[in-house]
């Protein structure tokens, strides 16, 4: 599990980040707010601790821009804060309504954290993505086309669900592969045309009826999902 530690205090970075690999997390750490965004479009992590008094971005700013790109509602994070008025009305503009006040015990944090992680892990397994008449079951690995269910593999139902939070965006075969495999894997690129090949097949079978078009092949960069036909 990976935790994303966003703060341009250094001294808070190394010492949040010795504590929590303590721990037996993994870390990963930014001193620029926007660097960490550019960073976790492509690679979220499982949770954040963010702090509020950034340059540039403040924390509230931060989040919201990072559930935007990540195309979420809410992230699981918590905020480092000393919760002046204006903070706090940030804070609750979230809906996640979890802080910890300056100065903080690491245990209490740590707690803190946890128990958000736990909220979205028990709500993940009903967690269901809809997005014009696709569906997404997470709990099943299960996709609806206009009605019809589908039935997916794991791998193709993560392949399938990392296409379609982002809609237009071009994956390459290789950022593919990070989400459908884990990196020892013996494999290569083309496994993930395979995958595509039999998500379409799976599609047109479920509704014959429908010219499915929406998975779009960019020769030489990669796969994306078109929300609109082409």
Same mark, same amino acid.
């Given at each position: 599990? $990976?935790? /994303?530690?966003?703060?341009?205090?250094?001294?808070?970075?190394?010492?949040?980040?010795?504590?929590?690999?303590? %721990?037996?997390?993994?870390?990963?750490?930014?001193?620029?707010?926007?660097?960490?965004?550019?960073?976790?479009?492509? #690679?979220?992590?499982?949770?954040? =601790?963010?702090?509020?008094?950034?340059?540039?971005?403040?924390?509230?700013?931060?989040?919201?821009? *990072?559930?935007?790109?990540?195309?979420?509602? #809410?992230?699981?994070?918590?905020?480092?804060?000393?919760?002046?008025?204006?903070?706090?009305?940030?804070?609750?503009?979230?809906? $996640?309504?979890?802080?910890?006040?300056?100065?903080?015990?690491? &245990?209490?944090? *740590?707690?803190?954290?946890?128990? =958000?992680?736990?909220?979205?892990?028990?709500?993940?397994? &009903?967690?269901?993505?809809?997005?014009?008449?696709?569906? *997404?079951?997470?709990?099943?690995?299960?996709?609806?086309?206009?009605?019809?269910?589908?039935?997916?593999?794991?791998?193709?139902?993560?392949? *399938?669900?990392?296409? =379609? %939070?982002?809609?237009?965006?071009?994956? /390459?075969?290789?950022?593919?592969?990070? =989400?459908?495999?884990?990196?020892?894997?013996?494999?290569?690129?083309?496994?993930?045309?395979?995958?595509?090949?039999?998500?379409?097949?799976?599609?047109?079978?479920?509704?014959?009826?429908?010219?499915?078009?929406?998975?779009?092949?960019?020769?030489?960069?990669?796969?994306?999902?078109?929300?609109?036909?082409?």
């Amino acid at each position: 599990m $990976i935790i /994303s530690i966003i703060d341009d205090n250094t001294s808070i970075l190394t010492s949040l980040s010795l504590q929590f690999q303590s %721990k037996g997390y993994k870390t990963i750490t930014f001193a620029d707010p926007e660097k960490a965004l550019l960073y976790h479009e492509d #690679k979220p992590a499982d949770a954040y =601790v963010i702090d509020m008094r950034m340059p540039r971005l403040s924390g509230f700013e931060f989040y919201r821009n *990072l559930c935007a790109i990540l195309n979420k509602d #809410k992230v699981p994070a918590l905020f480092l804060t000393a919760v002046d008025n204006l903070e706090e009305r940030a804070l609750k503009d979230t809906t $996640i309504g979890d802080y910890i006040l300056k100065p903080y015990s690491f &245990n209490i944090l *740590l707690a803190r954290l946890e128990k =958000v992680m736990s909220y979205f892990e028990k709500h993940k397994k &009903n967690q269901v993505f809809q997005l014009g008449n696709l569906e *997404l079951i997470e709990e099943q690995i299960l996709c609806r086309w206009f009605g019809e269910s589908i039935e997916l593999t794991k791998t193709e139902f993560a392949l *399938l669900r990392q296409l =379609v %939070k982002r809609p237009r965006v071009i994956y /390459s075969r290789n950022q593919l592969l990070d =989400v459908c495999y884990s990196h020892d894997a013996a494999i290569t690129d083309r496994n993930i045309d395979s995958h595509i090949k039999r998500l379409r097949k799976k599609f047109r079978k479920a509704r014959p009826d429908i010219h499915f078009n929406r998975i779009k092949t960019s020769y030489g960069s990669g796969y994306s999902w078109q929300p609109q036909s082409a």
